[in-house]
């Protein structure tokens, strides 16, 4: 079955940095757009970075652009996201997700990994 | 930028009564770009809905979306113990958004 294994995360102080990666499993992941999505503590959802297929094509959200990057790897069947200049508010569980519509923006989100937790403090 | 807001914030309902959830969108979401998930405690949000209407695959046909343009519906016909749960709209006609939530629960 389609599986998604998020690692990676953990405690950093501010400043700091983090690279979270993500295993995919079950499905031709070189055919399929991924994206990465976080969730600070009880709160909702934010959508943070997409890649291509082929990982040519990336965009972000203005909250971690300059600061994160996104690639990936199809010979590993894997995703990463590199975190630079991490701050308080990047606290959050992030999920790698799969993004079987298409080319951006056109994009929902099936499955989800598990999620690894970051917490950004001193 | 385009404001999704879902309300109510909290549904109280019990097993076996209809849910019907809101998603409305401050501009018009091209071409029903909308999707439904559904997050329960300590789990990753599962895809419900997507182009607003279309279930995912092996979800229940008692989920089902509705609308177009600004206003958007979840339906869920009838409540199983193990659809209480938190619910978030999300538009990908622009860069993708999420909607602050519903919460159903028990009443």
């Known amino acids: 079955q389609v599986q998604l294994v998020e690692s990676g995360g953990g405690l950093v102080k501010p400043g700091g940095s983090l690279r979270l990666s993500c295993a995919a499993s079950?499905?031709?992941?070189?055919?399929?757009?991924m994206s990465w999505i976080r969730q600070a503590p009880g709160k909702g959802l934010e959508w943070v970075s997409y890649?291509?297929?082929?990982?040519?094509?990336?965009y972000y959200a203005d909250s971690v652009k300059g600061r994160f990057t996104i690639s990936r790897d199809n010979a590993k069947n894997s995703l990463y996201l590199q975190m630079n200049s991490l701050r308080a508010e990047d606290t959050a569980v992030y999920y790698c997700?799969?993004?079987?519509?298409?080319?951006?923006?056109?994009?929902?989100?099936?499955?989800w990994g598990q999620g690894t937790l970051v917490t950004v403090s001193s | 930028e385009i404001v999704l807001t879902q309300s109510p914030g909290t549904l109280s309902l019990s097993p076996g009564e209809r849910a019907t959830l809101s998603c409305r969108a401050s501009?018009?979401?091209?071409?029903?770009?909308l999707a439904w998930y559904q997050q329960k405690p300590g789990q990753a949000p599962r895809l419900l809905i997507y182009?607003?209407?279309s279930r995912a695959t092996g979800i229940p046909d008692r989920f089902s979306g509705s609308g177009s343009g600004t206003d958007f519906t979840l339906t869920i016909s009838r409540l199983e113990p193990e659809d209480f749960a938190v619910y978030y709209c999300?538009?990908?006609?622009?860069?993708?958004?999420f909607g602050g939530g519903t919460k159903v629960e028990i009443k």
């Open positions: 999300q538009q990908y006609g622009s860069s993708p958004l």
């Open positions: 079950g499905f031709t992941f070189s055919d399929y757009y």
């Open positions: 501009q018009s979401v091209s071409s029903s770009y």
């Open positions: 182009g607003a209407s």
């Open positions: 997700a799969r993004a079987p519509g298409g080319e951006f923006p056109v994009n929902w989100f099936d499955p």
């Open positions: 890649i291509s297929s082929s990982g040519s094509t990336i």
